[in-house]
């Protein structure tokens, strides 16, 4: 079995996890309110900010023999530059104010899945990223082209809303297929039992931002 394979095989039950969580389902059928959307790009905002800089760092602790991962790094971070500014314009666009969700502290959850990404990088194996970004590109393709047509339809925002979901649903999925080739290449048992367990964590530490954020009819009900 090619190790993509195997890494997509050892995650099912962790990636089934994240898709029963309410608030994804919920996401995926439009079935959210602004507020709620707004805080999703709200936390969006705050891990993606951390993307290339989490790129640089694993590229600066490859190891010697693995130069070629350094290369492909390269790429990923040229692609990846700016994408936290979209998600701005994306809050502007559907009524939010970009200035407070940047300045926001983020969720508990979210700054813990960041934290335990820099130190996968730092402590243990800085492949361990990859893990990272199996399971938020993965997630990408799955749901966000998805959940952007179901949330524009219910909440009748304009395009400029939607940039980071849409855009990430199409380019994640050229990503992905780089992604399984870099996968398949990885040949120290190692590494790959870095990058398994760094996926197993993230679908959970990923979903601990989903179950973090209050959607609307929840802060409805407790302001009842």
Known sequence: MRYFDELTSATHDAREALLAIPAVRRGIQGRIGRRSYLAFLG???????????????????VAPRQQWLRQALAVYIAEE?????WILDDIRSAGGDPDQARLAAPLPATELMVAYAYDGIQRGNPLSLFGMVFV???????????????????????????????????????????FEAL?????????????????????????????????????ERSAA
């Not at 530059?81 to 500014?85: D, L, N, R, V």
């Not at 949330?151 to 980071?164: F, K, S």
């Not at 039992?193 to 929840?218: C, K, N, P, Q, W």
């Open 183 to 219: 996968m398949n290449r990885l040949e120290d048992a190692g590494d790959r039992l870095a990058v398994t367990h760094a996926a197993r964590m993230f679908y959970r530490l990923y979903g601990d931002i989903f179950r973090s954020l209050l959607l609307d009819e929840d802060q």
């Open 81 to 85: 530059m700016g994408h936290q500014e």
């Open 43 to 61: 936390q969006a905002y705050h891990h993606v900010s951390h993307t290339v800089p989490l790129l640089m760092a694993c590229g600066a602790r």
């Open 136 to 178: 938020l590109e993965g997630s990408s393709v799955a749901l966000a082209t998805r959940a952007a047509a179901a949330i524009q339809r219910v909440l009748g925002l304009p395009d400029g809303a939607l940039t980071y979901l849409r855009s990430h649903g199409v380019l994640d999925q050229q990503h992905m297929q780089h």
